[in-house]
């Protein structure tokens, strides 16, 4: 009986459950997620996401619509991320469509530097904690020029895989897949990908909707496949949460 005792310890040890991390999205309107309405077709890429997970792994969205790396800073979003981070969650960082317009607005514009230096923070204050920064360069848009998808963000996705290569993080390379994406489906059926909708299609949209920046479901879905394929080859960790 005493050596029973005595071994119990050990027992509960090694049956004592693990933690199981937790990803943690930081971005903007194509990773958000929308209301589930039967008049709201937009979706986000994240809002999909856990449906692709397993074995218990949580996802928690904190993107928002309109949001750069500087506004989402300045509202208090990524306090209450940090806030919530365990160590060991993983905390995937899109931005850039917001950052990379002056008309956004001072709040929200960012030159791509100050833009590069911004990440380079999220990056060092989720190492801080404990956590796996992942940084992900913005989808692509659906902006077509005689027949040819034209690259519309700049050098803003360059400052992400810059941040990336110097500090050894995990890249996904979200605006060359989505690319690939959206000039394989063609000018014309790409649009299944974003928001065009007729006039009355949709209540939310009542004299029609011809949008190249955010998803459908059909495109939340595709970018949310490119994502995880991303996730799968680039993040060996994550790999047995994922649906096969």
């Known amino acids: 009986m005493k050596k029973l005792l005595l ?16 990803i943690r999205l930081a ?6 997620n929308k209301p589930y309405t039967p008049n709201n077709p937009e979706k986000g890429w994240g809002q999909v996401l856990p ?18 790396s500087k506004s989402f800073r300045g509202e208090g979003h990524w306090d209450k991320l940090l806030s919530e981070m365990q160590p060991g969650d993983y905390v995937i960082i899109q931005f850039g469509h917001n950052d990379e317009s ?8 960012s030159p791509p530097e100050e833009y590069k230096q911004n990440l380079v ?8 904690k404990k956590g796996k920064p992942i940084l992900a360069t913005s989808i692509t848009r659906r902006k077509f020029k005689e027949g040819k998808l034209v690259y519309t ?16 993080v995990p890249l996904l390379e979200m605006e060359e897949r989505t690319r690939e994406l959206v000039t394989r489906f ?16 949709y209540a939310r949209f009542p004299e029609g909707k011809n949008d190249d920046t955010h998803l ?13 394929q991303e996730l799968k080859s680039n993040v060996p960790g994550l790999t047995e949460y994922f649906k096969k």
């Open 7 to 22: 071994l119990l310890p050990i027992v509960f040890a090694f049956t004592k459950p693990q933690t199981l991390p937790t």
């Open 27 to 32: 971005g903007d309107s194509t990773m958000a």
């Open 51 to 68: 449906l692709y997970v397993t074995n218990g792994l949580q996802v928690e969205n904190y993107a928002l619509n309109g949001r750069s």
């Open 102 to 109: 002056p008309s956004k607005g001072e709040d929200r514009y």
């Open 121 to 128: 923070r999220y990056v060092q204050e989720v190492r801080e």
């Open 153 to 168: 963000h700049d050098v803003y996705p360059d400052k992400v895989r810059e941040v990336a290569k110097e500090m050894n």
């Open 186 to 201: 063609g000018e014309d059926r790409s649009k299944q990908l974003f928001l065009h909708y007729l006039p009355g299609e």
């Open 216 to 228: 459908s479901p059909t495109g939340a879905f595709a970018v949310c496949d490119l994502a995880v």
